[in-house]
Nanobody, 121 residues
């Protein structure tokens, strides 16, 4: 079964760093882009960063210069390096892959279970 497995969240003080990982597990052939999203209590889910199949990246204005998204195709994994964290970065972070081609066919719009990031002031 194809699924996304996230890790790396936790509690950190303001100014600290965390690295999130999202790995596509299962028998897969290819996948296109992957995005990291976050949702804080009482707020809408927002896209934080995305990396395309060609390695192009895009960031939300609120994280530019602080977060870096990267992909390791050999490991089917995407990383989100988060530096200079702020209390307003506190949220549940999710990864998403729009299209995964696997042994059982094409799977659309796959989400991970999420990982909590809490930044204390």
């Amino acid at each position: 079964q194809v699924q996304l497995v996230e890790s790396g969240g936790g509690l950190v003080q303001a100014g600290g760093s965390l690295r999130l990982s999202c790995t596509i597990s299962g028998s897969i052939f290819s996948w296109n882009s992957m995005g990291w999203y976050r949702q804080a209590p009482g707020k809408q889910r927002e896209r934080v960063a995305v990396v395309t199949s060609g390695g192009n990246t895009n960031y939300a204005d609120s994280v530019k210069g602080r977060f870096t998204i990267s992909r390791d195709n050999a490991k089917n994994t995407v990383y989100l390096q988060m530096n200079s964290l702020k209390p307003e970065d506190t949220a549940h972070y999710y990864c998403n892959v729009p299209v995964i081609t696997g042994a059982r066919g094409i799977k659309l719009d796959t989400w991970g279970q999420g990982t909590q990031v809490t930044v204390s002031s």
